[in-house]
């Protein structure tokens, strides 16, 4: 059965940093506690092991695929590593997750993330209950995209 992940937290841009605003105040995932989520998932993708003083071992470390051939078993450790970081920092429950890593260019995989949650009347969820974050990781460049969201983000 899936899980409510509604959480009030700072808002963030899509670059990490805190979002601001039109009025220049900081926003929160009030207005939409799955955001909060959709934005956990971004950030341990794209972090490093060691890069958060406080949470030193949050982040899938992508970078450990530099270099690797776009392969189903180079896939599968993705999918794996990503499994491992987010059910480890406690983000997700892995009977809520599931991952596809799909290849799109000689360097990049696409990298869907779906996660049942329930729909609460917080947050955006259709009754679906599937939350979808979408993003293309560049293993020549290191760096990883949001490319779509179930979020209007």
Not at 83 to 100: M, P
Not at 112 to 133: K, Q
């Amino acid at each position: 059965m899936p899980t409510v992940y509604d959480e009030l937290d700072l808002a963030w841009s899509p670059n990490g940093d805190i979002a601001l605003g039109t009025n220049g105040d900081l926003l929160d995932t009030s207005t939409d506690t799955i955001r909060s989520l959709r934005e956990q998932v971004g950030i341990i993708c794209a972090s490093s092991i060691n890069d958060w003083v406080v949470y030193p071992s949050k982040g899938a470390t992508l970078s450990d695929f530099i270099g690797e051939p776009n392969t189903p078993d180079t896939a599968d450790a993705i999918s794996d590593r990503l499994r491992l970081a987010l059910t480890s920092a406690g983000v997700v429950n892995e009977e809520d997750l599931s991952i596809r890593v799909i290849p799109i260019q000689l360097h990049k995989v696409m990298i869907v993330v779906r996660i049942e949650a329930v729909e609460t009347t917080t947050n955006s969820l259709d009754s679906s209950g599937i939350l979808t974050v979408a993003l293309v990781y560049d293993s020549q460049q290191n760096g990883l995209f949001i490319i779509k969201n179930n979020l209007g983000e």
